[in-house]
């Protein structure tokens, strides 16, 4: 319950301390934790907006007090042309800022703002690096338009490529999270009156960091991470695979057709297309970053370079970013500055079946791994791959070459401000 007004929270998270058993509070307040713990256990309590508590628990029922942030209140919130205190702010926006992001490896920042701000929501629908993802703020606001909102970094709306209800280019993608001073997501039609149409579907105000007062600071940062399929489901081996399909044949009336196939040293083929399919993908992120200011100026240069392995085998991704944030105070009310970013970003992706932003289809290659028989070798004998290019088996088609390279495009984009206080 809320500690100064008793009310119920609904949704907040319980979850017993050292093991990964969690459930939610539903709309009473109230939850059961199923568990084979003893008494006492501590249970820590979570709740968007309020602070997270530990209490140690001896019997039930046990009734939690969770209080509010308060100090929220004394943040401030970037809009379009200026700030504002929140307790100022009439308008729905939810701050992420560099802290709560920090320490947690991603290529991309729409893979860290997920669960960070209330009423947005964030689906990665094919699994693919570099793909746009569903972004979604306060839900679905069109049914045959995009729902794409608006990305604005450092003052200038990005380009993203939005076309109905698909977005070919990932804007976020191509700014390294160790830039990211803040994010604020504005969600209700205030934004409009700045933004206009573009933000019928909310906007998302992408602040980089500048240099602060003092010597020159020079930050290095890395991480490697793995990746591996998991909770796949068991397959037939070949010998299951013929017994059953020939059991099949004869509960239909028909004559069994199905075989082993020998190689020409007597094994016998037995694929294991999750093997062919998936590996163990290993990531790397090196971010290095000097910064600095005068009492007149202020900079920020930043190099990174990424290097991510999907679990496909055919889905990898390089990436290299910089950026130069300079700023120069030329009078007490004339600012000269530029920012400016540099991306170059080379990914391989595998055949999704699917246009961007749907989800995956019939003849994706992760599909293919249900729907090839295990007693096809991948190879013939000579090396030769012995899946014909466009030759149906199951669903969907089995495509010798399911993968595709690409550079992303160059995007320019300038912005010129002149504010008078």
Same mark, same amino acid.
């Given at each position: 319950?809320?500690?100064?007004?008793?009310?119920?929270?609904?949704?907040? %998270?319980?979850?017993?301390?050292?093991?990964?058993?969690?459930?939610?509070?539903?709309?009473?307040?109230?939850?059961?934790?199923?568990?084979?713990?003893?008494?006492?256990?501590? &249970?820590?309590?979570?709740?968007?907006?309020?602070?997270?508590?530990?209490?140690?628990?001896?019997? !039930? /029922?046990?009734?939690?007090? &969770?209080?509010?942030?308060?100090?929220?209140?004394? @943040?401030? %919130?970037?809009?379009?042309?200026?700030?504002?205190?929140?307790?100022?702010?009439?308008?729905?926006?939810?701050?992420?800022?560099?802290?709560?992001?920090?320490?947690?490896?991603?290529?991309?920042?729409?893979?860290?703002?997920? @669960?960070?701000?209330?009423?947005?929501?964030?689906?990665?629908?094919? +699994?693919?690096?570099?793909?746009?993802?569903?972004?979604?703020?306060?839900? %679905?606001?069109?049914?045959?338009?995009?729902?794409?909102? #608006? *990305?604005?970094?450092?003052?200038? /709306?990005?380009?993203?490529?939005?076309?109905?209800?698909?977005?070919?280019?990932? /804007?976020?993608?191509? &700014?390294?999270?160790?830039? *990211?001073?803040?994010?604020?997501?504005?969600?209700?039609?205030?934004?409009?009156? *700045?933004?206009? !149409?573009?933000?019928?579907? @909310?906007?998302?105000?992408?602040?980089?960091?500048?240099?602060?007062?003092?010597?020159?600071?020079?930050?290095?940062?890395?991480?490697?991470?793995?990746?591996? /399929?998991?909770?796949?489901?068991?397959?037939?081996?070949?010998?299951?695979?013929?017994?059953?399909?020939?059991?099949?044949?004869?509960?239909?009336?028909?004559?069994?057709?199905?075989?082993?196939?020998?190689?020409?040293?007597?094994?016998?083929?037995?694929? =294991?297309?999750?093997?062919?399919?998936?590996?163990?993908?290993?990531?790397? =992120?090196?971010?290095? !970053?000097?910064?600095?200011?005068?009492?007149?100026?202020?900079?920020?240069?930043?190099?990174?370079?990424?290097?991510?392995?999907?679990? &496909?085998?055919?889905?990898?991704?390089?990436?290299?970013?910089?950026?130069?944030?300079?700023?120069?105070?030329?009078?007490?009310?004339?600012?000269?500055?530029?920012?400016?970013?540099?991306? =170059?970003?080379?990914?391989?992706?595998?055949?999704?079946? !699917?246009?961007?932003?749907?989800?995956? @289809?019939?003849?994706?290659?992760?599909?293919?791994?249900?729907? #090839?028989?295990?007693?096809?070798?991948?190879?013939?004998?000579?090396?030769?791959?012995?899946?014909?290019?466009?030759?149906?088996? +199951?669903?969907?088609?089995?495509?010798?070459?399911?993968?595709?390279?690409?550079?992303?495009?160059?995007?320019?984009?300038?912005?010129?401000?002149?504010? #008078?206080?």
């Amino acid at each position: 319950v809320d500690a100064r007004t008793k009310e119920p929270l609904a949704g907040a %998270v319980v979850q017993i301390e050292g093991v990964t058993n969690q459930t939610q509070t539903d709309a009473d307040g109230k939850f059961n934790l199923v568990t084979g713990q003893s008494f006492p256990y501590n &249970l820590i309590v979570s709740y968007l907006g309020y602070e997270k508590q530990k209490v140690t628990v001896s019997g !039930s /029922p046990v009734t939690v007090e &969770l209080k509010e942030i308060t100090n929220e209140l004394s @943040g401030i %919130v970037v809009t379009g042309y200026n700030t504002q205190k929140k307790q100022d702010f009439t308008g729905s926006a939810a701050r992420v800022s560099a802290k709560q992001i920090a320490n947690r490896p991603a290529q991309s920042f729409d893979q860290l703002i997920g @669960g960070q701000a209330a009423g947005v929501n964030i689906v990665q629908p094919s +699994g693919v690096l570099n793909a746009a993802p569903v972004f979604r703020i306060r839900g %679905v606001n069109s049914i045959s338009s995009g729902i794409y909102p #608006l *990305i604005v970094i450092d003052g200038v /709306p990005s380009f993203t490529g939005q076309q109905g209800g698909n977005v070919g280019n990932n /804007p976020l993608s191509n &700014l390294n999270p160790g830039d *990211i001073e803040s994010i604020d997501v504005l969600k209700d039609a205030s934004a409009t009156a *700045i933004y206009g !149409s573009r933000a019928a579907n @909310g906007v998302v105000v992408v602040t980089t960091k500048k240099g602060r007062s003092g010597k020159t600071k020079v930050n290095y940062d890395a991480w490697v991470n793995v990746s591996t /399929p998991a909770n796949l489901p068991e397959l037939l081996d070949a010998s299951q695979y013929v017994a059953i399909k020939n059991e099949a044949m004869v509960n239909a009336g028909r004559q069994p057709g199905f075989a082993l196939q020998t190689r020409s040293d007597g094994s016998t083929v037995n694929t =294991n297309w999750y093997d062919v399919a998936y590996h163990n993908g290993v990531s790397q =992120n090196h971010n290095v !970053s000097f910064s600095g200011a005068t009492e007149a100026t202020n900079y920020f240069i930043s190099l990174a370079y990424g290097k991510q392995n999907g679990i &496909l085998r055919t889905n990898d991704q390089d990436q290299k970013t910089a950026r130069i944030n300079l700023e120069h105070k030329l009078f007490n009310n004339i600012t000269l500055g530029t920012h400016i970013g540099y991306n =170059n970003t080379l990914g391989r992706g595998p055949a999704t079946g !699917s246009l961007p932003g749907q989800y995956i @289809g019939t003849d994706a290659l992760s599909r293919m791994t249900y729907v #090839l028989p295990p007693n096809v070798a991948v190879y013939n004998e000579d090396g030769s791959y012995n899946i014909q290019d466009k030759q149906r088996v +199951g669903y969907g088609a089995n495509n010798a070459n399911a993968a595709s390279a690409g550079y992303v495009g160059n995007i320019n984009a300038y912005n010129l401000q002149l504010i #008078l206080d």
